[in-house]
């Protein structure tokens, strides 16, 4: 079981190699092989759910093998309270967005499956990694396939959005890189001290580097994490990203790659940039809080659906971000449950307009009214989806957002004026929603082309019960997802707001991750 | 009895999912409106066995808690879904179970026929689910579940027919329908939730519990008169309250929910969800006696409300118009009560208000039917030949909200008034005592036009009764209408005031913390009832004289004051002035300002700029350039060793 991590990493990775050896006719054994990869890779990390220790919020599950000597650098995986649940995440939502794709992707299958499969790897990568340099690969590696997606089945401008899509991800991570190599650099400065990229040994080493220095640090890190959330004003990439995506490119956009953003700062900003992370919080807190607002209102003037829900996004990973750096239990909690929240109430939105999109091939909203007739099963669900993203109480979204702004409020780093205007972004979050749901679902069809829809076929209800299922569970039960995550919460907070060390302890401490890594 | 209290709220859920879920294949009218009622009948009788056993057992032994699982916990915060029997919610309880299930039974004969009646069962059970969690809960935080849940139901059921055209009066004319009703309802009440929201967040931090029990014995111990974080909890909280039970500023959506089926109107926007404000203040009546800036500030919205809104109930001649105006007076009313900290007073004119309005709605539901959808009284007329149930019911609840004696609505509204009396706010009396004469002039105004007089209706109709089915609810109301204000019937008319003495121990915390001034003697008391009964009679004598003798005179009446006439025909413009000064600027903002402005010209101006410089740098360094992405990442990856070497190797 030691390295039940690592299969669930890779098994994607094979899984998408074998299929190199598929016959590209055989579009549905290509198919169903593909499907079936992804749902055994979730199978494996039902293993790694159960085997989880909730009461210890340190590193579990962890897989370390020496990769680069002379660097210090190797392959280190492992997952705690926060990875897992978006480890979790990240392989439930995979086989959907497969799934989906069943009949809208009609060339090039083989390659399309491969590009999944290996995005998935990407992204598991990505919430697994304990080494920087590692993370790092996984991060841009995921790129490719994710570009290609876009830039292959995308719409009729994919080539402009995969390279902005391209062009933005890549400015901020390289920034980035330069941070990774000058921390390594820094612990070889230590006394005794080596180049390193193990996260765990900088985890005590970033917190001494003087403020000057580590706020440079902090904000060429953050600074790519915000890009990918996207922080309000680095968003312009992602309506167009979505706009042009395929169906599951979007589901897993949104569902995925936008919580590698906001698990950077948690994972990365905040622990190893301590005293940096207070000095711009306020900042980072402000953006979020304008993100907000400005999705919503953005959100609400769109005429294509898809670019509404896309706006939405901006809104939501706007609460997401608050959360974090409100640096309290309860606003970290709700933010990780919010993360796993949007990827789940915005992926089936996202299937939904897929749906539509299927069977009219527009996503212009005036296109559309009273689907209510023709699609019953259809509008049921989208309504329940449009409630959760809502936050109605009762259904998983108000969980997230309510922990996320008590927990802003009760902050002791921001003012209560960031929480009472991130609050009124529920209002707007109804008329946006409800609004788009009036103009497609509500009043006669006025649009012969819709008299003849035909509503949901299994296939798509299978598609999107799964998710109905989470929706509803998070919003009533919420403990079993909390209860994850709690401990591991508890350090970040109390690692976020310690006072600064004095050094000769820190380099004390930072032999004991050394010690414990022989177990 | 008492552990059974869960089956109350999970019921009508099991209802909602039985008809939800399964409604279409079972395709019974029947057995989905049998589904449906009993399962409310059945919460009503558990209710109903609670409350006699509340009744054998000592005062301090009636407050029980029973907790179904910890809901939510993170941090501090630990929220169980737990659900509080007292005086309170068993009354609320009973309330709303009781007058939803004669609804229940009304609309098996009200939707007979309709295409999605095992939908609007499915809904009405979800409301009452949403409605008990609302009343039974133990903290706020399931509170707003509930809150928030009622809101949802009401959007869904007004907006039942969603393809119905809907004349809103001000806004889209001519094309809205009852989707833009729905959603109004939905966004103004979130506009209130919002401030529930911030005060819940603010009670945490105050006392780091969200259940009432800890709050309320907290506050009471510690928290000085005039705290002023106190004043701003029991204000947010009062505008979660304007929201719901459509008080000013946030009372607009309530006229526009009469888009919904009539039984809707009946059950949401009159007899239960409405109030929910109104209980929920008195629940946390403890935190406004601590606020007493917050109260004053209640009472004047609601005398302010009752007020306004029976003065624009005066020229409507949609029927459901009317009865909605009254109804967001009538909560106004309450409001005054609470305000004046007559907490007890309120409660029970929710409760009588609850009796009679159900059955006002509910008559005007049969006369809807009867009339082929027609819903202009101007257009009705001696329909008391041919419906002389509904006739009689429909007068007995109009003598009830006119406030005559011995109607309910009589000794409820009387003891509200009496209060602010007593408690020296004159002001507050005499506009109580106006709008009381307004309301028994409208109310008759509706009854005449309606039921008596010229039938000015083609006659292509042929009305007749409603169904039993239907009949048989409204006798039940009719009577409930006439007895149920023996409950309260004042000391100084000989009672015992026993609903009064029942809810004591609720609001004993707030009640030790105000300031009860007595200005009023048992001669003021008699002389304000008749005062108050005189005003009702003069109501009831100028509308039939008016509009069974003299419409001419109606005529030149509103031809004389014209603008005044025109002021509230148009309900003072405040939908405009809203749709004016909030709405679209918000829209046209966001739409020409921020996206086609701020996020496509500027930000993707410099995105896209720098993106054309980088493209003139490279287009002389091509050479280098392979021109497709992946080998870009290649370089990248490269790249990134290149510099890890000279790092070993330096």
């Not at chain 1, 939502?93 to 992707?105: G, H, R, V």
């Not at chain 2, 915390?509 to 001034?517: F, I, K, Q």
Request: net charge positive; hydrophobic share 55%; glycine share 8%.
């Amino acid at each position: 079981m030691s390295n039940l991590l690592t299969y669930i990493i890779f098994l994607p990775l094979v899984g998408g190699i074998l299929i190199f050896f598929y016959n590209r006719e055989k579009i549905r054994a290509i198919k169903v092989f593909g499907i079936a990869i992804s749902v055994l890779t979730f199978i494996l990390s039902l293993f790694l759910y159960f085997g989880f220790d909730a009461a210890n919020p340190g590193i579990q599950f962890q897989h370390k093998v020496l990769w680069i000597s002379g660097l210090n650098i190797s392959y280190n995986v492992g997952v705690d309270g926060l990875s897992l649940l978006l480890v979790m995440l990240t392989t439930f939502l995979t086989p959907i967005a497969l799934l989906s794709s069943w009949k809208s992707i009609e060339k090039r299958v083989k390659e399309y499956t491969i590009m999944m499969l290996f995005l998935e790897v990407g992204m598991l990568g990505v919430f697994s990694s304990l080494d920087m340099f590692l993370f790092y690969i996984f991060w841009e590696a995921m790129l490719i396939p994710m570009y290609f997606i876009i830039g292959i089945w995308g719409g009729g401008n994919r080539i402009y959005a995969a390279i902005k899509f391209f062009i933005y991800t890549m400015f901020g991570s390289l920034l980035m890189l330069i941070a990774i190599i000058w921390l390594g650099y820094y612990a070889s400065t230590q006394p005794n001290g080596q180049f390193t990229t193990d996260l765990l040994q900088l985890y005590s080493i970033g917190p001494t580097i003087p403020l000057a220095i580590q706020s440079w640090m902090f904000l060429a890190f953050t600074l790519s994490f915000a890009i990918k959330v996207p922080l309000f004003p680095f968003h312009t990439w992602l309506p167009d990203a979505h706009v042009e995506a395929p169906t599951a490119g979007s589901v897993i956009l949104a569902g995925v790659l936008l919580k590698m953003g906001t698990y950077g700062l948690l994972r990365f900003s905040i622990p190893l940039f301590p005293q940096a992370t207070l000095e711009f919080m306020p900042y980072i807190a402000g953006l979020a809080v304008i993100g907000i607002i400005y999705g919503a209102l953005v959100s609400m003037v769109q005429t294509d659906i898809k670019k509404l829900v896309a706006y939405s996004s901006v809104s939501h990973l706007g609460f997401v971000v608050l959360g974090i750096f409100a640096l309290t239990e309860e606003g970290i909690q709700g933010a990780i449950i919010q993360m796993v929240n949007h990827g789940l109430s915005t992926g089936a939105l996202f299937l939904i307009v897929g749906m539509i999109y299927e069977r009219r091939h527009t996503r212009e909203i005036s296109e559309f009214g009273g689907l209510a007739k023709v699609m019953p099963i259809f509008s049921t669900i989208f309504m329940i989806v449009s409630l959760s993203s809502i936050g109605l109480p009762g259904l998983n979204g108000f969980i997230g957002e309510f922990l996320i702004l008590l927990g802003a409020f009760r902050s002791p780093y921001m003012s209560q004026w960031f929480t009472i205007f991130a609050a009124t972004g529920v209002i707007f979050a109804a008329v946006y929603l409800l609004w788009v749901y009036q103009r497609v679902i509500f009043g006669n069809i006025t649009n012969p082309l819709n008299q003849n829809l035909l509503d949901l076929s299994k296939r798509e209800i299978a598609v999107l019960v799964p998710v109905l299922v989470f929706i509803v569970w998070i919003g009533i039960y919420p403990n079993t997802f909390l209860k994850q995550s709690a401990s591991t919460t508890k350090q970040i907070v109390t690692i976020a707001t310690q006072k600064p060390l004095p050094r000769l302890v820190t380099t004390e401490q930072s032999v004991k991750p050394e010690n414990t890594q022989g177990k | 009895m008492i552990q059974f209290t869960p089956y109350i709220v999970l019921l009508p859920f099991l209802g909602f999912l039985i008809n939800g879920l399964l409604g279409k294949k079972i395709n019974s009218e029947k057995l989905s409106g049998l589904i449906g009622s009993g399962a409310v009948g059945l919460s009503f009788l558990i209710a109903l066995s609670i409350l006699l056993e509340m009744l054998k057992s000592p005062v301090e032994e009636r407050t029980h808690i029973v907790t179904i699982f910890q809901w939510i916990v993170a941090g501090s915060l630990d929220v169980a879904a737990a659900y509080q029997i007292d005086q309170l919610s068993i009354l609320m309880t009973l309330v709303v179970t009781g007058v939803g299930f004669l609804i229940h039974v009304y609309s098996i004969g009200y939707m007979h026929g309709d295409k999605g009646f095992w939908r609007f069962f499915a809904y009405l059970n979800l409301f009452i689910f949403m409605m008990l969690n609302l009343v039974l809960a133990n903290n706020f935080l399931l509170m707003f579940l509930g809150w928030e849940g009622v809101g949802l139901c009401s959007y869904l059921l007004i907006g039942f027919w969603h393809d119905k055209k809907f004349d809103t009066g001000g806004y889209k004319p001519g094309e809205a329908t009852t989707s833009d009703a729905a959603k109004k309802a939905f966004v103004v009440n979130r506009i209130g939730d919002f401030g529930f929201l911030i005060a819940m967040f603010l009670i945490f931090n105050l006392f780091g519990s969200l259940t009432f029990e800890d709050v309320f014995s907290r506050a009471s111990a510690i928290i000085p008169i005039g705290d002023e974080t106190m004043f701003w909890i029991t204000l947010l909280l009062f505008l979660g309250a304007t929201g719901k039970s459509a008080q000013i500023p946030l009372f607009v959506w309530l006229p526009d929910a009469m888009a919904g089926p009539t039984p809707v109107s009946a059950l949401i926007h009159a007899a239960t969800m409405v109030t929910a404000g109104v209980y929920m203040v008195a629940r946390c009546s403890i935190l406004y006696a601590l606020a007493p800036a917050s109260m004053e500030i209640v009472a004047i919205i609601g005398i302010a409300t009752a007020f306004f809104a029976a003065t624009m109930g005066l020229v409507q001649n949609d029927i459901k118009k009317i009865l909605a105006y009254s109804t967001i007076s009538q909560l106004g009313y309450m409001f005054l009560g609470l305000g004046v900290g007559a907490f007890a007073s309120g409660i029970f004119h929710v409760m009588t208000h609850a009796f009679f309005k159900a059955l006002l709605f509910l008559g005007a539901g049969a006369v809807i039917h009867a009339m082929h959808e027609e819903q202009d009284i101007q257009k009705m007329g001696g329909l008391k030949s041919k419906m002389p149930t509904t006739y009689k019911t429909f007068f007995v609840a109009a003598l009830a909200i006119a406030g005559i004696p011995p109607l309910s609505g009589f000794f409820s509204k009387d003891e509200i008034l009496w209060k602010a009396f007593s408690q020296g706010s004159y002001l507050f009396w005499i506009l109580g005592w106006i709008t009381a004469g307004l309301t028994a002039f409208y109310m008759f105004r509706l009854v005449s036009l309606t039921f008596e007089g010229k039938e000015r209706w083609s006659h292509e109709k042929h009305p007749h009764e409603a169904p039993k089915v239907m009949t048989i609810p409204l006798i039940i109301l009719a009577i409930l209408s006439i007895i149920g204000g023996f409950v309260g019937i004042p000391h100084a008319l000989g009672g015992g005031n026993a609903i009064e003495q029942w809810l004591e121990p609720i609001f004993a915390r707030a009640n030790l913390h105000l300031v009860s001034g007595h200005h009023g003697s048992l001669t003021a008391e008699y002389l304000l009832m008749i005062l108050s009964v005189l005003v009702g009679v003069v109501g009831i004598y100028f509308a039939r004289k008016l509009y069974l003798e003299k419409p001419e005179l109606v005529e030149k009446f509103s031809a004389s004051f014209r603008s005044i006439h025109k002021l509230l025909w148009n309900k003072y413009f405040v939908d405009e002035v809203y749709d004016a000064a909030v709405v679209t600027p918000i829209v046209k903002g966001s739409d020409k300002l921020l996206w086609k402005g701020f996020d496509v010209k500027i930000i993707d101006g410099i995105v896209n700029g720098s993106a054309k410089v980088t493209a003139w740098i490279s287009s002389w360094m091509r050479k280098i350039q392979f021109g497709a992405v992946q080998n870009y990442a290649m370089v990248f990856v490269v790249g990134i060793i290149v510099i890890l070497g000279i790092l070993i190797f330096r």
